[in-house]
Nanobody, 117 residues
Framework: QVELVESGGGLVQAGGSLRLSCAAS??????????IGWYRQAQGNDREFVAS????????YYADSVRGRFTISRDNAKNTVYLQMNSLKPEDTAAYYC????????WGPGTQVTVSS
C-alpha cells in the first residue's frame, strides 16, 4: 500500500511560480523503485498527463504544453517528488495529482492550482 499526498498548490498570477510536492507514505521502502507521474484535471476536462520521472530520477517526461516551464524531480531519501512550475499561465489552472503504479494504481487527493490573468 502506498499513500500519496500532494501539497504546494495555491493562487498565483500569470507568470508566477509554484512548487508542488508529492509525499509518499506507507510502503516507503519501495518508493525508490517507483516511477511517479503528475497529472492535472481542469474543471470540465479529462485528467491529463503533465510529467513523470523514473524511479532513479534518470529519465523525465513532459507534456508538450509544459515542457520548458515545468521541472519534475525527486528526493528518494525524503520519499518525495516535486513539480517546479514556472511561467504559469491561466490554462495551467487545474487540480494536480500525483500517481504511481504498485500492483495497482495509486492517486493522491490532489492540490488545486489557480493561475489568474
Amino acid at each position: 500500500q502506498v499513500e500519496l499526498v500532494e501539497s504546494g498548490g495555491g493562487l498565483v498570477q500569470a507568470g508566477g511560480s509554484l512548487r508542488l510536492s508529492c509525499a509518499a507514505s506507507g510502503r516507503t521502502s519501495s518508493f525508490s523503485y517507483l516511477n511517479i507521474g503528475w497529472y492535472r484535471q481542469a474543471q470540465g476536462n479529462d485528467r491529463e498527463f503533465v510529467a513523470s520521472i523514473t524511479s532513479s530520477g534518470g529519465n523525465t517526461y513532459y507534456a508538450d504544453s509544459v515542457r520548458g516551464r515545468f521541472t519534475i524531480s525527486r528526493d528518494n531519501a525524503k520519499n518525495t517528488v516535486y513539480l517546479q512550475m514556472n511561467s504559469l499561465k491561466p490554462e495551467d489552472t487545474a487540480a494536480y495529482y500525483c500517481h504511481t503504479y504498485y500492483g495497482r494504481e495509486f492517486w493522491g487527493p490532489g492540490t488545486q492550482v489557480t493561475v489568474s490573468s
